[in-house]
C-alpha cells in the first residue's frame, strides 16, 4: 500500500522569505507524485506534477519540487513566498495502474506580510 | 462548461436521514472519487470508480454508498446519517491528474 508523510504540519514565514515543505512517500512501484493547493474556502488545484524524465519539476506560480527516488522524497519549493501563497499544500503520490492518489495530511502555510 | 461540478455546497441535515451529495463531470474521465476533508486528517477517499458500474472501497466507506451508472455522474449516499459523518466533501475525476470539484460542507446536526 502507498502512503505519503508530510512532515510540517503548520509553517509560518514572512513575505520573500524561501519555503520547503517536505514530503515522503510509501510505494514499491513507478509512482506518480503530485503538489496540490487549497486556497481558503476553496478546493484543491494541481501545482504541479512529476510522472517522469526531469526530476526538478515546474509548477504553476514559482512553485519547483525535485524528485529524489533515492530518498522517497517529493519536497515542493519557492524561493520567495508572498502573502497570497496563504493556503494548505497537499503532497499525493499516485499508482501508474489504479488511477487513486493517496494524499497527505497536508501542510497549512501562513504567510505574513 | 467543462469541469466538475457539486451539488448542494452547503448541507445541514439531522441524524439518521438519508442524503445524497451529487457529482456530475463533463469530460468522460473514467476514474472518479469521493473523498473527505477534516482537520487533521487531510483528505480520506471514501469511494473511487474506475467505469460506469465499477466502484471500490477506499480508506473509509462505512456508512456510505455509492452508484455509478453513467460516467459522468458518482453520487454519494449517506444512508443514515451520523455526526461523525459532519465533513467537507469534495469529488474528483481523473485525467492526467485528479481534478476536484468545489466541495460540499455537510453539517449533521
Known amino acids: 500500500a502507498q502512503s505519503v508523510s508530510q512532515h510540517n504540519h503548520h509553517v509560518i514565514l514572512s513575505e520573500a522569505a524561501s519555503l520547503e515543505l517536505g514530503c515522503n512517500y510509501s510505494y514499491g512501484g513507478t509512482v506518480n507524485l503530485f503538489w496540490y493547493v487549497q486556497y481558503p474556502g476553496q478546493h484543491l488545484q494541481l501545482l504541479l506534477k512529476?510522472?517522469?524524465?526531469?526530476?526538478l519539476v515546474k509548477g504553476i506560480k514559482g512553485f519547483e519540487a525535485e524528485f529524489i527516488k533515492s530518498k522517497f522524497s517529493f519536497n515542493l519549493r519557492k524561493p520567495s513566498v508572498q502573502w497570497s501563497d496563504t493556503a494548505e499544500y497537499f503532497c499525493a503520490v499516485g499508482n501508474t495502474n489504479a488511477g487513486k492518489s493517496t494524499f497527505g495530511d497536508g501542510t497549512t502555510l501562513t504567510v505574513k506580510p | 462548461d467543462a469541469g466538475i461540478t457539486q451539488s448542494p455546497r452547503y448541507k445541514i441535515t439531522e441524524t439518521g436521514r438519508q442524503v445524497t451529495l451529487m457529482c456530475h463531470q463533463t469530460?468522460?474521465?473514467?476514474?472518479m472519487f469521493w473523498y473527505r476533508q477534516d482537520l487533521g486528517h487531510g483528505l480520506r477517499l471514501i469511494y473511487y470508480?474506475?467505469?460506469?458500474?465499477?466502484?471500490d472501497k477506499g480508506e473509509v466507506p462505512d456508512g456510505y454508498v455509492v452508484s455509478r451508472s453513467k460516467t459522468e455522474n458518482f453520487p454519494l449516499t449517506l444512508e443514515s446519517a451520523t455526526r461523525s459523518q459532519t465533513s467537507v466533501y469534495f469529488c474528483?475525476?481523473?485525467?492526467?491528474?485528479?481534478?476536484f470539484g468545489p466541495g460540499t460542507r455537510l453539517t449533521v446536526l
Open positions: 474528483a475525476s481523473r485525467g492526467d491528474t485528479q481534478y
Open positions: 470508480s474506475a467505469a460506469a458500474d465499477i466502484t
Open positions: 469530460w468522460s474521465h473514467s476514474y
Open positions: 512529476y510522472f517522469s524524465g526531469d526530476p
